[in-house]
């Protein structure tokens, strides 16, 4: 029996010896196995996407960088998927939420951007003590971020970025950028690269039916050389001007006030003619300053119904914060030009637009597509229509499992509204052509340079509040009619020879057709502004302001308000602004 016992020993013992052996070569045919699956998932693509956006921060070694992948890959079924852009997908979500919240990194001293420096117990002066405890504070807010980026990409997580406001897109559209020229360059989804794949939803910001044009810092990238040449070879050109010995001046004050009020971009109105009617309206959302603001687009039924919405809502606000136990205060008409309001929507540049087949680019309005035509204007857009749905992960991507952002009042809006722009009015230059006065780049021959016919005036004003917006505005409509009173008192009466016709303000679009969102007007507007204080320059004895109106100086007419019937509307000038620029190079 014993013998038996030591025989049945001897064998298991000898099989056990194969054991390890067995486990090396299931473990190789395994590892072999994951790295075919991860070849099929685009696991280069993934890692160099990852590696490139995390260049020069927090991140970037290889280690970190598959560590990242490998979670991916083996965490909520990835690597099992049957499609094969679940892991790309999923990588791309978390690079969406790392480029708006980026790995913390650690650099001794804190640098001067750091949520710790100012902690005492972090100072340099504590040596390493302080390097060693400000270091823990550092893994431990680690240990946070990478669990808050674990619930991001969970299968059954929220994907949607939430920031503060849109200036926070604004000042990470270097690195928004740079995430879709490696999509384009690793060719990754081909179809589904120009957009992210997560929703954005913004809880703050002013949302306004206008739209920036491209100024001339953004489009000169802040060289001042360009835009100083072009000013002084315009500036020169008085041809036809007939002011005698002031002719040089008037180009030179016309080519200025142009070039100041183009310097940073101002807003023109949204209209109802063929250059904005189209299937996609465009909106201005910012924060701050029209200058800090991104674009908003969605299908204009919808844009409609929700600018509607937000109006009627300002309005309640507004009375309700006029009446009290006693007094039930009346409602009155939405005055201000913007609105607080979030937004959630999917994120895309303007210049993706332009690769898109020609159905969807021509569903966008035209004089947006020119108004996103210059080189350097790269703009942030966020489509409130047509945001991917969870499917996006999954593979799927039908049409009936889409869904859609939208726009709302922002409810925790501070009771004083400030949102700054340029409130501005233009005029034509017009010269005499036989019986008629035509815009002298016309009697010239030089209708490619309407720029030089175009006068415009402007006053920062605050759309956002009612009564600083109306007062604004006022001013704006005084300091025109003093300025062209100061230009014609040289002159004996009779003896002008230019007239100056109104073509637009950011309130009129000039074009014949009406604003798209009338209620937005933001009050009276400028054309009647203009035309009372002139009445009143004159009521007041002012012998100058008596000649404008006199001897129709500035006809409120000319354009006779026929559709298309010019070429200086608000619509027109993103043409008017794109054929000035690009005689920058001549």
């Not at 300091?479 to 002159?491: C, I, N, P, Q, Y």
Request: charged share 25%; aromatic share 10%; net charge neutral.
């Amino acid at each position: 029996m014993r013998e038996d016992l030591l025989v049945v020993l001897d064998a298991i013992s000898g099989e056990a010896a194969k054991w390890p052996g067995l486990l090396s070569l299931a473990l190789a045919v395994f590892s072999l196995l994951v790295i075919a699956r991860l070849s099929i998932l685009d696991f280069g693509h993934c890692y160099r996407l990852v590696r490139d956006l995390r260049r020069g921060g927090a991140g970037a070694g290889m280690r970190s960088v598959l560590a990242t992948l490998l979670l991916l890959a083996f965490t909520d079924g990835a690597l099992t998927k049957r499609d094969r852009r679940t892991l790309v997908r999923r990588t791309r979500l978390r690079m969406e939420h790392e480029l708006f919240d980026p790995m913390p990194d650690f650099r001794w001293p804190l640098p001067d951007d750091h949520p710790d420096r100012g902690v005492p117990e972090f100072a340099p002066e504590r040596g390493r003590r302080g390097r060693r405890l400000a270091r823990r504070a550092h893994h431990a807010r680690l240990r946070q971020w990478r669990a808050q980026m674990r619930r991001f990409v969970a299968k059954e997580g929220d994907w949607t970025i939430y920031l503060d406001n849109p200036a926070q897109i604004n000042a990470r559209m270097a690195e928004v950028q740079r995430y879709f020229d490696i999509l384009r360059g690793e060719g990754i989804e081909e179809g589904y690269r120009d957009h992210f794949l997560c929703a954005i939803e913004v809880s703050s910001g002013f949302i306004a039916p206008l739209h920036l044009l491209t100024g001339l810092l953004v489009e000169f990238n802040d060289k001042w050389g360009p835009i100083l040449r072009a000013f002084d070879r315009d500036a020169m050109d008085y041809e036809g001007i007939a002011m005698g010995a002031a002719s040089l001046d008037l180009r030179q004050i016309q080519m200025f006030i142009y070039n100041c009020w183009l310097l940073w971009g101002p807003s023109i109105p949204i209209c109802g003619c063929r250059q904005w009617d189209a299937r996609y309206r465009v909106l201005q959302y910012g924060f701050g300053d029209e200058n800090n603001s991104i674009e908003v687009v969605g299908e204009a039924a919808a844009i409609a119904a929700q600018l509607h919405k937000l109006a009627h809502a300002e309005v309640d606000y507004d009375r309700a914060c006029r009446s009290n136990g006693e007094n039930d205060a009346q409602s009155r008409p939405l005055e201000a030009m913007a609105v607080p309001a979030n937004v959630l929507g999917q994120l895309r540049l303007s210049g993706s637009l332009h690769s898109e087949d020609g159905r969807r680019v021509n569903a966008l309005p035209k004089a947006a597509r020119a108004s996103w035509g210059g080189g350097q204007d790269e703009r942030p857009v966020l489509f409130i229509s047509g945001i991917e749905s969870e499917a996006s992960i999954k593979g799927s991507l039908k049409r009936e499992e889409r869904r859609y952002g939208r726009i709302a009042l922002d409810d925790a809006a501070m009771p004083s509204r400030y949102y700054s722009a340029y409130l501005w009015v233009g005029f034509v230059l017009l010269g005499r052509a036989g019986d008629a006065w035509r815009p002298l780049s016309e009697i010239l021959g030089k209708s490619s340079q309407r720029w030089k016919d175009f006068v415009p005036f402007f006053e920062h004003g605050n759309l956002a509040d009612r009564e600083s917006c109306a007062f604004g505005k006022r001013q704006l409509a005084a300091k025109t009619v003093a300025a062209f009173s100061r230009l014609v008192e040289r002159h004996p009466p009779g003896e002008f020879r230019h007239r100056f016709a109104f073509a637009c303000a950011i309130d009129e679009p000039g074009c014949g057709y009406p604003l798209a969102h009338p209620e937005w007007g933001g009050g009276p507007s400028m054309r009647e502004l203009i035309k009372q204080a002139l009445r009143q320059s004159a009521e007041r004895g002012d012998p100058n302001g008596r000649r404008l109106l006199e001897e129709n100086i500035l006809q409120f007419d000319h354009f006779d308000g026929r559709p298309g019937h010019h070429d200086y509307a608000a619509c027109q000038l993103p043409t008017l602004v794109a054929a000035h620029y690009a005689t920058f190079g001549d």
